[in-house]
C-alpha cells in the first residue's frame, strides 16, 4: 500500500560524489504522513546501520564515519528523501536502504517501511 522507491546507487571510484533518493508514495486513497525518513547500510558479512536521519522538523543526525561527508535531505511536499554523498571512499561500499517512519491511517500508531535498497559500490 505503501512504497519507498531508491534511485541513484552505482559504481564509481573513490573521491567521487553519489546522490541518492527515496521516494514514498501510496495507492490511490491511501494518505500518508512521514514523521522521519533515514537511510541505512548494509556491507557485506556486516549488520545494517544507520547512515543518516532526518524528522518531520528537518532534524538531522548522522553516523560519526560520515559525518562531513553525507548530507541527507528532505522535501516533505513531495515525500522524497535525498542522501549527499560526497569524497567516497571503497569501505562505504553497501546497499543503501530507504527507511521511513509515517502515520497511515487507519493503522493506529507509526508504522515502518523500507525500500529495496540501492547498490553503491566504490572502487579504490
Known amino acids: 500500500q505503501v512504497r519507498l522507491v531508491e534511485s541513484g546507487g552505482g559504481f564509481l571510484q573513490a573521491g567521487g560524489s553519489l546522490r541518492l533518493s527515496c521516494a514514498a508514495s501510496?495507492?490511490?486513497?491511501?494518505?500518508?504522513?512521514?514523521?522521519?525518513m533515514a537511510w541505512y547500510r548494509q556491507a557485506p558479512g556486516k549488520q545494517c546501520e544507520l547512515v543518516a536521519s532526518i524528522s518531520r522538523g528537518d532534524t538531522t543526525t548522522y553516523a560519526d564515519a560520515v559525518k562531513g561527508r553525507f548530507t541527507i535531505s528532505g522535501d516533505s511536499a513531495k515525500n522524497t528523501v535525498r542522501l549527499q554523498m560526497n569524497q567516497l571512499r571503497p569501505k562505504v561500499t553497501a546497499v543503501y536502504y530507504c527507511?521511513?517512519?509515517?502515520?497511515?491511517?487507519?493503522?493506529?500508531?507509526?508504522?515502518?517501511?523500507w525500500g529495496q535498497g540501492t547498490q553503491v559500490t566504490v572502487s579504490s
Open positions: 527507511y521511513s517512519k509515517m502515520r497511515v491511517p487507519p493503522i493506529p500508531g507509526t508504522s515502518v517501511y
Open positions: 501510496a495507492a490511490s486513497g491511501i494518505e500518508f504522513s512521514i514523521s522521519a
